[in-house]
Nanobody, 126 residues
Framework: QVQLVESGGGSVQAGGSLRLSCAASGRTFSNYAMGWFRQAPGKEREFVAF????????RYAESVKDRFTISRDNAKNTLYLQMNSLKPEDTAVYYC???????????????????WGQGTQVTVSS
Protein backbone atom coordinates (compact mmCIF):
# COMPACT_ATOMS: atom_id res chain seq x y z
CA GLN A 1 0.00 0.00 0.00
CA VAL A 2 1.02 3.56 -0.69
CA GLN A 3 -0.42 6.38 1.39
CA LEU A 4 -0.52 9.86 -0.11
CA VAL A 5 -1.35 13.11 1.66
CA GLU A 6 -1.59 16.41 -0.23
CA SER A 7 -1.16 19.85 1.26
CA GLY A 8 -0.61 23.43 0.15
CA GLY A 9 -3.92 24.26 -1.47
CA GLY A 10 -5.73 27.50 -0.82
CA SER A 11 -7.28 30.58 -2.35
CA VAL A 12 -5.29 32.95 -4.54
CA GLN A 13 -5.97 35.69 -7.03
CA ALA A 14 -5.37 35.22 -10.73
CA GLY A 15 -1.71 35.55 -11.55
CA GLY A 16 -0.64 34.24 -8.17
CA SER A 17 1.28 31.12 -7.20
CA LEU A 18 0.87 28.09 -4.98
CA ARG A 19 3.02 25.06 -4.27
CA LEU A 20 1.34 21.76 -3.57
CA SER A 21 3.07 18.96 -1.72
CA CYS A 22 2.27 15.28 -1.56
CA ALA A 23 3.82 13.22 1.23
CA ALA A 24 4.12 9.52 0.45
CA SER A 25 4.55 6.58 2.79
CA GLY A 26 4.20 2.83 2.81
CA ARG A 27 6.43 1.76 -0.07
CA THR A 28 9.69 2.83 -1.68
CA PHE A 29 8.70 6.20 -3.10
CA SER A 30 11.64 6.36 -5.49
CA ASN A 31 10.39 3.29 -7.38
CA TYR A 32 7.13 4.95 -8.42
CA ALA A 33 6.24 7.37 -11.15
CA MET A 34 4.02 10.04 -9.65
CA GLY A 35 1.25 12.16 -11.09
CA TRP A 36 -0.95 15.15 -10.36
CA PHE A 37 -4.57 15.28 -11.46
CA ARG A 38 -7.37 17.73 -10.82
CA GLN A 39 -11.13 17.70 -10.77
CA ALA A 40 -13.39 20.73 -11.06
CA PRO A 41 -17.05 20.61 -10.00
CA GLY A 42 -19.15 18.78 -12.56
CA LYS A 43 -16.13 17.70 -14.58
CA GLU A 44 -14.12 14.54 -14.92
CA ARG A 45 -10.76 14.13 -13.27
CA GLU A 46 -8.08 15.34 -15.64
CA PHE A 47 -4.34 14.88 -16.00
CA VAL A 48 -2.07 17.73 -14.94
CA ALA A 49 1.49 16.33 -14.88
CA PHE A 50 3.58 13.28 -14.14
CA UNK A 51 7.20 12.58 -13.33
CA UNK A 52 8.98 9.29 -13.92
CA UNK A 53 10.65 7.26 -11.24
CA UNK A 54 14.02 6.83 -12.93
CA UNK A 55 15.31 9.84 -14.83
CA UNK A 56 12.74 12.36 -13.60
CA UNK A 57 11.31 12.95 -17.04
CA UNK A 58 8.16 15.01 -16.92
CA ARG A 59 5.03 15.51 -18.98
CA TYR A 60 2.37 18.19 -18.69
CA ALA A 61 -1.13 18.86 -19.88
CA GLU A 62 -1.15 21.55 -22.54
CA SER A 63 -3.30 23.76 -20.34
CA VAL A 64 -0.61 24.01 -17.64
CA LYS A 65 2.60 23.74 -19.66
CA ASP A 66 5.06 26.56 -18.93
CA ARG A 67 3.09 27.56 -15.82
CA PHE A 68 3.28 24.46 -13.60
CA THR A 69 6.35 22.46 -12.59
CA ILE A 70 6.28 18.95 -11.14
CA SER A 71 9.22 17.77 -9.07
CA ARG A 72 10.09 15.18 -6.47
CA ASP A 73 12.45 14.80 -3.54
CA ASN A 74 13.04 11.10 -3.04
CA ALA A 75 15.00 11.69 0.16
CA LYS A 76 11.88 13.32 1.65
CA ASN A 77 9.35 11.00 -0.04
CA THR A 78 7.60 14.09 -1.32
CA LEU A 79 6.11 15.17 -4.63
CA TYR A 80 5.59 18.83 -5.50
CA LEU A 81 3.61 20.90 -7.94
CA GLN A 82 4.68 24.51 -8.32
CA MET A 83 1.84 26.48 -9.89
CA ASN A 84 2.53 29.94 -11.27
CA SER A 85 0.41 32.42 -13.25
CA LEU A 86 -2.71 30.78 -11.91
CA LYS A 87 -5.99 31.28 -13.76
CA PRO A 88 -9.60 30.94 -12.58
CA GLU A 89 -9.90 27.83 -14.77
CA ASP A 90 -7.24 26.17 -12.62
CA THR A 91 -9.77 26.04 -9.77
CA ALA A 92 -10.22 22.40 -8.78
CA VAL A 93 -9.41 19.77 -6.22
CA TYR A 94 -5.87 18.58 -6.90
CA TYR A 95 -4.86 14.97 -6.31
CA CYS A 96 -1.53 13.25 -6.31
CA UNK A 97 -1.44 9.66 -7.49
CA UNK A 98 0.85 6.67 -7.82
CA UNK A 99 0.46 3.64 -10.09
CA UNK A 100 -0.02 0.25 -8.49
CA UNK A 101 3.09 -1.13 -10.18
CA UNK A 102 6.59 -0.09 -9.32
CA UNK A 103 8.87 0.99 -12.17
CA UNK A 104 5.81 1.99 -14.21
CA UNK A 105 6.68 4.72 -16.67
CA UNK A 106 3.76 6.99 -15.80
CA UNK A 107 0.71 7.97 -17.80
CA UNK A 108 -1.97 10.56 -18.45
CA UNK A 109 -5.06 8.48 -17.67
CA UNK A 110 -6.44 8.25 -14.12
CA UNK A 111 -6.98 4.53 -14.75
CA UNK A 112 -3.20 4.04 -14.81
CA UNK A 113 -2.99 5.04 -11.14
CA UNK A 114 -4.14 2.96 -8.23
CA UNK A 115 -3.20 5.06 -5.20
CA TRP A 116 -4.70 8.48 -4.58
CA GLY A 117 -4.51 11.15 -1.94
CA GLN A 118 -7.55 12.82 -0.46
CA GLY A 119 -7.11 15.97 -2.54
CA THR A 120 -6.45 19.62 -1.76
CA GLN A 121 -8.65 22.49 -2.93
CA VAL A 122 -7.20 25.24 -5.11
CA THR A 123 -9.39 28.25 -5.77
CA VAL A 124 -8.31 31.04 -8.12
CA SER A 125 -10.37 34.21 -8.20
CA SER A 126 -10.40 36.75 -10.99
Amino acid sequence: QVQLVESGGGSVQAGGSLRLSCAASGRTFSNYAMGWFRQAPGKEREFVAFITWSNFNTRYAESVKDRFTISRDNAKNTLYLQMNSLKPEDTAVYYCAAPRKVYYSGGVSPTEYGYWGQGTQVTVSS
